[in-house]
Structures are given as C-alpha cells and as structure tokens.
C-alpha cells in the first residue's frame, strides 16, 4: 500500500516536469525537463519492482533505461551546442 | 540465535527506517518539482533537476534497498543509485554548457 502512495505522488510529480518540457521558454529547458521525467521513469521502475515484489527484473530494466537516458540526452546537448543558436 | 532469525529480526527493525527515508526522499522530489516550475532561467532550473532530484533519488533507492535486506537486490539497487550519480550531473552540464554557449545569459535581479 505504502508503494502504491509512493507510486502516485512520482507520477503527479511528474506533471510538473512535463509542464516545463510542454511550456520551457528556450530548447534548453526541455531537455532539462525529459532528463528529470527520466530519472524519475528510473525510480518509478524500482518502486514499482518493490510493489509487484519482482526487484530482480525491474532493477535490471531501470540500468537500461539509465544507460539509454544519457545517450539520448548527450547527443541532443551535443547537437544543440554545434549548431549554436536559441530557439 | 540462527542467521535466518538474525535477518528477520533486521528486518522487522529496518521496515520503518526505510519507510521514513523513502518519504523524506519524496519530500525531496517534491521540492524539486516546486523548483522547476518556479526557478526563472535554465541555468537556475538545472540545480533544481541536477542536484535536489539526485538528493531525493538516493533517499528513495536508499530506503528501498535498505527495505529489500542481505540479497542480490540490494546490489542492483546501489548499482543503479552509482548509475544515477553518475549520469544526472554529466548531463545536468552538457545541457549548461550548450546554453552558455549559445550565448543565453544569466538570469540575474535586475530581470525580474
């Protein structure tokens, strides 16, 4: 039950990350905004393992979406730091 | 006394140790949540996503891990809060980086 709680207030909090990627004044603020949607796409895997009780499976998804979570948002930083312009 | 009752006992003494520190790691992401939506620049929203949110993730993986006991889990659950620690900052400074170097400036009192 405690996990259930924990699980609902990540994913309203989640609504303010999705606000800012939604309505982030500059290209700079959304990316901002999808890294934290996704570090707490990785919290919310965990807590999620503990609530079905299958850590072991769930821990292993979250290191994937870790690893894929950097890739994406080092490439979109690297990119928009070459092309060097604010839109 | 047996190692099997030992880990029980830790057990039923840890539950409401990890309990109280998965909610002070939910206060954390709380705070940062208020901080995204309220700081007014991207160079102010990036200590609010980079280093609050890590503070709440390590409470949250932390009580977790604690909660789960002597198992594998607990080691997949610190090597997942080490990936974390690692990645959030690296990419918290490329996406700075990239703004300064766009040339956006620092929101400063005067803007207000």
Excluded at chain 2, 46 to 51: F, G, I, Y
Excluded at chain 2, 55 to 64: E, N, S
Aim: include cysteine; aromatic fraction near 12%; charged fraction near 15%.
């Amino acid at each position: 039950m405690f996990f259930l709680f924990v699980l609902t207030t990540i994913v309203f909090l989640i609504g303010a990350y999705l606000y800012r990627v939604l309505r982030g004044p500059t290209v700079f603020d959304r990316v901002l905004g999808l890294n934290g949607i996704s570090t707490k796409a990785i919290i919310l895997l965990v807590v999620m393992g503990a609530y079905f009780e299958r850590v072991d499976m769930f821990v292993d998804i979250s290191t994937g979406y870790a690893l894929l979570n950097i890739v994406g948002s080092l490439a979109i930083a690297k990119y928009l730091e070459e092309r060097g312009e604010v839109f | 006394m047996s190692l099997v009752e030992f880990s029980e006992m830790a057990r039923l003494f840890m539950t409401p140790v990890a309990i109280g520190l998965m909610l002070v790691g939910l206060f954390f992401l709380f705070v940062a949540a208020v901080g995204v939506l309220r700081l007014p620049d991207v160079f102010t929203r990036s200590h609010a996503v980079s280093l609050t949110d890590s503070l709440g993730a390590l409470f949250l993986l932390g009580g977790l891990a604690i909660y789960q006991g002597f198992s594998t889990n607990l080691i997949k659950i610190l090597i997942v809060l080490v990936l974390l620690y690692l990645l959030n900052p690296v990419i918290a400074h490329a996406t700075v980086r990239s703004a300064l170097r766009c040339g956006l400036k620092p929101w400063s009192r005067e803007d207000a």
